[in-house]
């Protein structure tokens, strides 16, 4: 179809009762009820809250798909629960002799054991078992599966590019089953209102997409990542940030360059000004200044935009400088712990915030223990925000569900559960975050791009809380309806 008239919609927050024309994938007519026009397909909204349409700003869209299908280990307390964990489910959908076992999701941050690869062997004599911990940080394997990729290990618990570099080792299902993976996980994603996602996973984005889109028409548009090792390839390519990909119709972008400064708060590895509580470890420095600022140098030159994943407040630092140095603008992925005069170096420097929320609620223990002295720098969203930095919220799925409400609900709440509010002065407010979860967008208006979401009922009349499971009436991407209750 190539008009739509969204009708009894309520335009924004406490917006008044109206219809909405679209044409050509873009806002053509809003009106009162009645009073906007015809088209030729008519999507009643029911008296929903019409927002701009939701992005997630960081997704590992294959691993997430396949998380989905993975034993679930985010329950785990110890080492030895999670074998257990993965005992329970096994008795209960048996594996055939040989397959690789997959779990997921596990924080071993505050367990009083270490994960081993002799707990493996001993539980599942002979069996492959790889379970990924739920940064994707940590890859713990067991003797079976370290044979399987021709690897030995004193542990076989593999840390940041060990465990990157071993999981594009482990055997995959074929594309056709990865991309039907997709499919449904990007159908889930629409039915919670999301109309983009920027794809940061470590492989060929591109050529990916391009399958998958020749395949089967997407319900969302994909910025594609360019991981480290393809730079020189991107750049042969002729890519730059932003490019819409020829053939894609605009669903499919070039996005921006990847590069790891440090690893993670739950591997400890995340890399600090100070050191660890306990311990004299700051953590990992992946990329020192004198290898980032050429890549990154090289990258801006040929018209890729740096996406720089910094974790710790020394790593943040890092970062930053670089920017400074290299003289480009683009993104820290992630900024959980800053030192208080970084803040507002982000936006000094034109660098996007590019935080994942629902992280907090996740990692507060974590952090208390990990972090002690340093948490009000911790997750810092209220204190980027008053600075005037640009925030844009992801899930870094699977790292934490693809759903925007969760991100959300945690950025403006600071919780979730039913403790208090892990420091509260670094809440935002939820027009901040309604606006982060969607690409800057502040409202909708005629002449916008028709990525849209029908919420059944009006986000600002709700808890905190209740955000996380707000009802979508029905989602639109470029004008076409992607999801209707």
């Not at 997630?56 to 074998?83: C, F, N, Y």
């Not at 984005?205 to 548009?221: F, I």
């Not at 009000?376 to 925007?404: I, K």
């Not at 208006?445 to 979401?453: E, I, K, P, R, S």
């Amino acid at each position: 179809m190539d008009d739509l008239l969204l009708r009894r919609v309520r335009v924004g927050l406490a917006g008044s009762l109206s219809d909405v024309r679209i044409e050509g994938g873009r806002i053509a007519a809003i009106a009162g009820p009645g009073q906007a026009g015809e088209a030729s397909e008519i999507l009643d909204g029911h008296g929903g809250t019409l927002l701009p349409g939701l992005v997630d700003t960081h997704v590992h869209t294959a691993q997430w798909s396949a998380a989905r299908r993975r034993i679930p280990l985010g329950e785990a307390t110890s080492a030895a629960h999670t074998v257990e964990l993965v005992l329970a489910h096994l008795l209960a959908n048996p594996a055939p002799p040989g397959e690789l076992v997959l779990g997921a999701g596990f924080r071993d941050g505050l367990w009083p054991d270490a994960p081993h690869k002799d707990l493996l062997q001993k539980a599942l004599p002979g069996h492959p078992v790889a379970l990924f911990s739920a940064d994707l940080h940590t890859l713990w394997l067991s003797p079976a599966a370290l044979k399987l990729i021709g690897r030995e290990h004193p542990t076989g618990v593999l840390l940041e590019n060990d465990c990157m570099s071993a999981t594009a080792e482990l055997p995959v299902a074929p594309d056709d089953v990865i991309d039907g993976w997709v499919a449904d996980a990007l159908d889930a994603a629409a039915a919670r209102g999301v109309t983009k996602i920027v794809d940061y996973e470590y492989a060929d984005t591109v050529t990916d997409w391009r399958r998958r889109l020749a395949r089967k028409p997407l319900p969302v548009r994909v910025s594609c990542v360019i991981a480290k090792y393809l730079l020189d390839t991107a750049i042969e390519r002729g890519h730059r940030s932003g490019d819409v990909l020829e053939g894609s119709g605009g669903l499919l972008t070039v996005g921006p360059f990847k590069l790891f400064v440090d690893g993670s708060l739950n591997t400890r590895t995340a890399y600090c000004v100070g050191h660890y509580a306990g311990t004299e470890s700051h953590g990992l420095l992946e990329l020192p200044p004198e290898e980032l600022e050429p890549l990154m140098r090289k990258a801006s030159e040929h018209g890729l935009s740096p996406a720089v994943h910094a974790i710790g407040d020394h790593a943040n630092k890092i970062a930053l400088d670089a920017f400074a140095n290299v003289g480009c603008a683009g993104r820290i992925e992630h900024a959980q712990l800053l030192r208080a005069e970084d803040v507002a170096r982000f936006a000094e420097l034109g660098v996007v915030a590019s935080v994942q929320p629902a992280h907090q609620p996740d990692d507060r223990d974590v952090a208390d223990r990990h972090w002690h002295g340093w948490t009000a720098r911790a997750f810092p969203y209220g204190a980027l925000h008053r600075s005037g930095v640009r925030l844009e919220f992801g899930s870094d799925a699977p790292v934490a569900p693809l759903d925007p409400w969760d991100a959300i609900a945690s950025a403006v709440s600071r919780t979730d559960d039913d403790r208090p509010a892990w420091h509260p002065e670094q809440a935002m407010p939820l027009e901040a975050a309604l606006a982060a979860s969607s690409g800057g967008r502040t409202g909708v208006a005629v002449g916008d791009v028709a990525d849209l979401v029908v919420t059944a009922v009006d986000p600002a009349r709700l808890s905190p809380a209740a955000l996380r499971d707000i009802p979508v009436t029905a989602t639109v991407m470029s004008g076409q309806v992607t999801y209707a209750s």
